[in-house]
């Protein structure tokens, strides 16, 4: 690819100025992406205060779309259910339902999205699913996946039935390093053309730390001819040991450097969430400044770090929420790259609570 003279002047703009990433993020006058969040549905009385405190906390940033979680094994199909229908009765958010093939028939899947339709949700996150059970069981994340035969293999199956149905955006999830359970990238390209192809609107990535592995993975996702829009995950991690288990669980790297950066903070929190803001800020003012309009935030139900970060790049209460972004969206927001040599990896997302996209397999 050539660049053009206008984009050299923009790239020497940037060398030269005395601003770093985050400070462009948030100038005056800055374009100011769009933002979407995820929740997970809760389990106690106080899980429920907390939540309902995040929502009304980031409703008024006017978010693109809200979404919320399904447990491994469809372990909170209900909850699921009930909290996306509060969100779609007593806010002014638009909520997206998770919904997995696991431990459940054709029919029981057909059955929730003809619910959630007729309830007026017109946004599903098509994954396959966690197996049931812990981390210690012969289910969970990481664990063994059997489909039931009279079941939706896998998430290409089930956007297949979320688009006969019809009416439904489908967010589906890819993986910037490849997935555990996948034999090559090679596969996991494979897998996320026949998503589209099945019906996938919108592609969401797991969690990453690795810039440069996710600009290479896009690259790699470009040159695979994929133009679906595809947003980065974020995630704001102030407990470093929790992460080290997540990411151990669906591959994503954690770098020295961050590690370095919560060493000997195990007792002071204040800190560690200070060093989970900042570096959340940097990774998407950084990806900003290569073209990303849309980012999604594992929120873990907690508002103050993802309302934080979201003012560094620019996004006010009260705003509408802009139109474009995301790489593949036919305005050029956030146009991908020419493919780089050797660029690698490639895949799909879950839900939580942690990991994140840990429900989304093949």
Aim: negative net charge.
């Amino acid at each position: 690819m050539t660049a053009t003279p206008a984009s050299l002047s923009e790239a020497r703009a940037l060398l030269l100025s005395p601003l770093g990433p985050v400070a462009r993020a948030g100038r005056p006058g800055g374009a100011a992406p769009r933002v979407s969040f995820e929740f997970f549905p809760p389990k106690t009385d106080q899980a429920e205060e907390n939540l309902w405190l995040a929502v009304r906390r980031l409703e008024p940033l006017n978010p693109a779309f809200v979404s919320v979680t399904y447990g491994a094994g469809g372990s909170t199909r209900e909850r699921t259910h009930r909290t996306v229908t509060r969100i779609l009765s007593e806010t002014t958010l638009k909520p997206a339902a998770h919904l997995t093939c696991v431990e459940a028939s054709r029919d029981e899947v057909d059955q929730v999205i003809r619910e959630y339709k007729a309830a007026g949700v017109n946004h599903i996150v098509a994954l396959r699913g966690d197996p049931p059970g812990g981390p210690n069981a012969s289910g969970g994340i990481g664990g063994v996946y059997q489909p039931r035969p009279d079941g939706y293999a896998n998430a290409t199956e089930l956007s297949e039935a979320i688009s006969r149905v019809g009416g439904f955006e489908i967010s589906v999830g890819v993986y910037p390093e490849k997935h555990p359970e996948s034999p090559s990238i090679d596969h996991d390209i494979e897998v996320l053309k026949a998503k589209v192809d099945a019906g996938a609107t919108r592609a969401v990535s797991q969690f990453f730390f690795d810039i440069d592995a996710f600009l290479r993975f896009r690259d790699r996702v470009a040159a695979a001819g994929v133009t679906i829009p595809l947003i980065p995950g974020v995630m704001p991690v102030t407990n470093f040991g929790a992460l080290k288990r997540m990411s151990g669980a669906c591959g994503a790297s954690v770098p020295d450097w961050l590690g370095a950066h919560f060493e000997g903070l195990d007792e002071d929190p204040d800190t560690r969430r200070l060093i989970a803001a900042s570096v959340a800020a940097e990774t998407c003012a950084r990806l900003q400044e290569e073209g990303f309009g849309d980012f999604h935030f594992y929120t873990l139900n907690r508002a103050d770090l993802v309302y934080a970060i979201c003012r560094v790049l620019g996004v006010r209460e009260g705003q509408s929420s802009p139109d474009g972004g995301g790489v593949g969206e036919a305005d050029g927001g956030g146009l991908p790259h020419a493919p780089t040599p050797g660029a690698g990896p490639l895949h799909h997302p879950s839900g939580g609570p942690p990991p994140p996209m840990g429900e989304d397999k093949q």
